[in-house]
């Protein structure tokens, strides 16, 4: 059983490609998405296999959401757009079929997904990525782990301080979050998340930076755990 997701912002396509999925045995739908952030909701809860997914759509398009994944899924790009073909087999898409999508180039693209889905060798997961994208304006920005301090929430949009830079970017903490790794990264407080190797000395309720003119509030609940990290308590 093969586990997918759709992603497309318009509910004709969705209940179209809903309707072909339930036709197909081998395939299990965990989620219909209208948004990308819906389907980066279910990535992190649950095993998927296989992205339904379309380009064209609002804030982040299926490619750039595609690629900003630090080990995606399958994916197959449905679109009505056929210029973005080739920007969609780099990342290595099975298939790309064009809007209006009829059920057999429906079900070829499923049969050809499920022989390269089922019979691909184990292999070695690659070493993650030193680094995330975020959106700055109409271009995607890499973002190297190591050249943050620390990011700062407000409300929907972040603010991601590097050592030569600002990035401002329409994304909510908890997502941002998600994309740091765990054992070099901590929230300090709900508006604040931390690079452990940044903070220089922790005095009372406030976390000195290197190389920073400035100290960041540590909110009560998360004291105990930033202490616990540093093996302070």
């Keep these: 059983m093969i586990n997918c997701v759709i992603i497309d912002d318009e509910p004709f396509a969705r209940e179209l490609l809903e309707g072909y999925i339930a036709r197909i045995p081998s395939l299990h739908l965990l989620a219909s998405c209208e948004h990308v952030f819906d389907a980066?909701?279910?990535?992190?809860?649950?095993?998927?296999?296989?992205?339904?997914?379309?380009?064209?759509?609002?804030?982040?398009?299926?490619?750039?959401?595609?690629?900003s994944l630090h080990n995606p899924p399958y994916v197959i790009f449905v679109?009505?757009?056929p210029n973005y073909a080739l920007?969609?087999?780099?990342?290595?898409?099975?298939?790309?079929?064009?809007?209006?999508v009829s059920f057999p180039r429906f079900l070829k693209a499923v049969n050809k997904s499920l022989t390269i889905?089922?019979?691909?060798?184990?292999?070695q997961a690659p070493p993650a990525p030193e680094y995330l994208f975020v959106?700055?304006?109409?271009?995607?920005?890499?973002?190297?782990?190591?050249?943050?301090?620390?990011?700062?929430?407000?409300?929907?949009?972040?603010?991601?301080?590097l050592k030569d830079r600002i990035i401002v970017t329409y994304l909510r903490m908890n997502r941002i979050e998600d994309q740091l790794p765990?054992?070099?990264?901590?929230r300090i407080q709900k508006s604040?998340?931390?690079?452990m190797?940044?903070?220089k000395a922790i005095s009372g309720n406030e976390a000195e930076l290197y190389d920073l003119r400035e100290k960041l509030p540590i909110g009560k609940q998360h004291k105990e755990a930033l202490l616990a990290r540093f093996g302070l308590n």
């Design 40 to 67: 980066l909701e279910v990535l992190q809860q649950q095993q998927v296999d296989l992205i339904f997914s379309d380009i064209n759509m609002p804030q982040v398009n299926g490619i750039e959401f595609i690629r």
């Design 135 to 161: 959106k700055e304006g109409n271009s995607l920005q890499r973002v190297l782990f190591d050249e943050i301090y620390y990011i700062e929430g407000m409300k929907d949009y972040i603010k991601i301080i």
């Design 197 to 199: 190797d940044a903070i």
């Design 117 to 123: 889905i089922n019979g691909r060798p184990a292999v």
């Design 79 to 81: 679109t009505a757009y």
């Design 87 to 100: 920007e969609g087999f780099e990342l290595d898409a099975l298939d790309y079929i064009v809007k209006p």
């Design 192 to 195: 604040y998340i931390v690079k």
């Design 182 to 186: 765990a054992d070099r990264f901590t």
